[in-house]
């Protein structure tokens, strides 16, 4: 199960959360906007620590199911450079893309 959770991890950031960061660090950043393989491995490392976020502190009742799109926009936040309410609306746009195609797989 493990291994599932992983390639489609993988999966859903190269298919699906890499285009979405390219394209809207393209519209928002006015100072540098990042390149495609960047923009990749920004997603990759926000869904290792967006699931890691979610196995340690998902557990938790109503707070639980937050803490992931938070790390996402921490991770979105520290590496793009991006102010607090781009990064978190993009960190949810990217936790809820990665959720939805966990959904359907």
Do not use: C, K, N
Not at 55 to 62: A, E, N, Q, R, S
Not at 69 to 86: I, K, M, S
Not at 90 to 98: D, E, I, P, Q
């Amino acid at each position: 199960m493990i291994l599932v959770g992983l390639v489609g991890g993988v999966v859903a950031a190269v298919l699906l959360v890499g285009p979405a960061l390219y394209a809207s660090t393209r519209t928002t950043v006015i100072d540098e906007a990042v390149d495609f393989p960047v923009a990749v491995a920004i997603a990759l490392v926000g869904v290792f620590v967006g699931g890691l976020t979610d196995v340690l502190l998902g557990w938790i009742p109503v707070l639980g199911r937050f803490f992931s799109p938070f790390a996402w926009a921490l991770v979105v936040r520290y590496t793009v450079d991006e102010r607090w309410p781009v990064a978190l609306l993009l960190g949810a746009v990217s936790w809820a893309l990665t959720a939805g195609f966990f959904a359907l797989v």
